[in-house]
């Protein structure tokens, strides 16, 4: 994964009242910590992040340039908490983790099933395990998610994480015998009632 760039400076003055003057300035409070990168307090340019997290979601491993008086440091760092206003859903605050170069890292990507199921044309239900899986790698190698075929799925068919191929240079941390997806059998009673809904939405 191929990280996007997030400019960002220090931050002198903390605590509500200047995070909600940030905010106003379309401006977002933040904290970056890590080994190299100590704890620092930061300012990040709200409409930056926006981006980042429309393209890449809340997992994005990013370039951080570091604005200083006296120059610019550079550190690699992934989304590691986005806050959130529970009502709005506005951005209030994000953690940026600083990962040390030439480390592996440990994170959770989401799963994406792709295909139909031969199970799913012959009238199955295609039901859905892991949304998620823990994974292990260099941050250059992140994947933005685990790509599944279950296009050869049949009735009864199983894939499970042991079943999964990780891209090069990535191992899967979760459970081997976690469920991530299977074709179950229509029954008879579900089976009139999809046709009755079927019929319904055709006759509109």
Do not use: W
């Not at 190299?36 to 994005?60: H, M, Q, Y």
């Not at 959130?84 to 959770?108: C, M, S, W, Y």
């Not at 050869?152 to 090069?168: C, E, N, T, W």
């Amino acid at each position: 994964m191929e990280a996007s760039v997030l400019t960002v400076q220090p931050r002198e003055n903390t605590g509500k009242g200047p995070a909600r003057r940030l905010r106003r300035e379309g401006l977002l409070p933040g904290v970056l910590y890590g080994r190299d990168a100590g704890n620092v307090p930061i300012i990040v340019r709200l409409k930056e992040l926006k981006k980042i997290l429309e393209t890449e979601g809340e997992r994005a491993l990013v370039k951080v340039h570091l604005e200083k008086n006296d120059g610019r440091q550079e550190y690699t760092a992934l989304l590691r908490e986005v806050q959130r206003d529970p009502l709005r859903g506005n951005l209030l605050h994000v953690d940026l983790f600083q990962v040390p170069a030439g480390e592996k890292i440990t994170v959770t990507v989401p799963v994406v099933l792709e295909g139909e199921p031969r199970g799913v044309k012959a009238g199955g239900i295609l039901q859905h395990g892991l949304s998620e899986l823990e994974i292990e790698c260099l941050p250059a190698d992140l994947p933005e998610a685990i790509v599944v075929d279950v296009s050869g799925l049949d009735v009864g068919d199983h894939l499970s994480v042991a079943d999964i191929q990780p891209p090069k240079g990535v191992r899967i941390l979760s459970d081997p015998e976690s469920l991530i997806a299977t074709v179950v059998e229509l029954e008879k009673g579900e089976e009139a009632e999809a046709e009755q809904e079927g019929e319904e939405s055709g006759g509109e």
